[in-house]
C-alpha cells in the first residue's frame, strides 16, 4: 500500500512538473508576439516617398536604380512594368524612365499617349512630378553620326521640348546622385557652381568633332580652346550647348569671345 502511495506521489509530481515546463514554453513563444522593437520592413518602405521606374521591356536595364541601396535609404522604388502598369503616378514623388525609343519620345512630345509606358510618363508630366531619363536610355543619341543633321536637328527639338518642361537627361552615372540631390532645381543649382570652377581644354586639331566634345566631358573641361582656323561640326556645337560648354578659338580668347 505504501509503495502504491509512493508511486501516486511520484505520478503527481511528475504531472505537476511537465505543466510548469510547457507553460514556461508557451511563454517564451508569446515573447516575441508582444515585442514592438521591430518594424514590419514592408510597413517601413511604405512610409518613405516613392520612386517610379519606367521601362517598356523587361530586363536589367532598370536594376542598378531599382536595386539601389542609396535609393532605398530615402525612397520606395516600383517597377511599373512588373506590377503590369497597375500603379497609380499620383502616389509617386518622382519617375525614372529607361528605353526612351524614337517612337516614346516623338508620341510624348506630341500629347500622344496610346500604351502603358506613354500613359505614365505622359500622367507624370501633366502631374509635375520629377522625371529623370539616363541619357544612354534616349535611343536618338544612338544616331548622331549617322543622322543627316537637320533630321536628327527635328527629332532633337522633341526631346529639348521635354526638357523644357521638366525631364532631366543625366548621365546613368550621376542618376542616383541627381535623384538624391533634390532633382532638377538642386541639380540645376549644384551645375551653376561646377560651371564657376572652370577647367580649360585645348585641342589642336583641324577639325572638332562631337566625340572630341564627348571626351572633353569626360574629362570635366567646362571650356573648350580650338584653333584660330579649326573646323567645328554642327553636332560638336550642339554637343557643347546641351552640356554647358564653353567653345573659345585661339585669336578671341583674349577678347572673351566665344567660338
Given at each position: 500500500m505504501e509503495l502504491d502511495a509512493l508511486i501516486g506521489e511520484i505520478c503527481t509530481r511528475v504531472q505537476q512538473r511537465m505543466q510548469e515546463l510547457e507553460g514556461g514554453a508557451d511563454g517564451d513563444k508569446e515573447a516575441p508576439k508582444t515585442c514592438g522593437a521591430s518594424q514590419d520592413p514592408a510597413a517601413a518602405a511604405e512610409d518613405k516617398p516613392g520612386l517610379l521606374i519606367l521601362t517598356q521591356e523587361h530586363g536589367t536595364l532598370c536594376h542598378p536604380a531599382l536595386e539601389s541601396s542609396e535609393l532605398k535609404e530615402c525612397y520606395r522604388t516600383d517597377c511599373a512594368l512588373l506590377m503590369e502598369y497597375q500603379c497609380d503616378v499620383e502616389r509617386y514623388e518622382g519617375v525614372i524612365a529607361y528605353t526612351l525609343t524614337n517612337e516614346a519620345l516623338g508620341k510624348l512630345a506630341n500629347g500622344i499617349f496610346d500604351d502603358d509606358y506613354t500613359r505614365a510618363f505622359g500622367k507624370a508630366l501633366l502631374l509635375g512630378k520629377q522625371i529623370f531619363v539616363p541619357e544612354e536610355e534616349v535611343e536618338l543619341y544612338r544616331y548622331r553620326e549617322t543622322a543627316p543633321a537637320g533630321y536628327f536637328g527635328r527629332l532633337e527639338e522633341n526631346l529639348k521640348f521635354l526638357e523644357e518642361n521638366g525631364v532631366r537627361i543625366v548621365p546613368a552615372a550621376d542618376l542616383v546622385q541627381t535623384v538624391l540631390n533634390g532633382g532638377c532645381e538642386k541639380a540645376c543649382c549644384k551645375e551653376a557652381e561646377q560651371k564657376k570652377e572652370?577647367?580649360?581644354?585645348?585641342?589642336?586639331?583641324?577639325?572638332?568633332?562631337?566625340?572630341?566634345?564627348?571626351?572633353?566631358?569626360?574629362?570635366?573641361?567646362?571650356?573648350?580652346?580650338?584653333?584660330?582656323?579649326?573646323?567645328?561640326?554642327?553636332?560638336?556645337?550642339?554637343?557643347?550647348?546641351?552640356?554647358?560648354?564653353?567653345l573659345k578659338r585661339e585669336d578671341a580668347c583674349a577678347s572673351g569671345k566665344g567660338a
Open positions: 572652370e577647367k580649360l581644354l585645348r585641342l589642336d586639331k583641324k577639325v572638332v568633332t562631337e566625340r572630341d566634345l564627348i571626351s572633353a566631358k569626360e574629362e570635366k573641361a567646362t571650356c573648350v580652346l580650338v584653333g584660330r582656323k579649326a573646323i567645328l561640326t554642327d553636332l560638336a556645337k550642339d554637343y557643347a550647348k546641351r552640356h554647358g560648354i564653353e
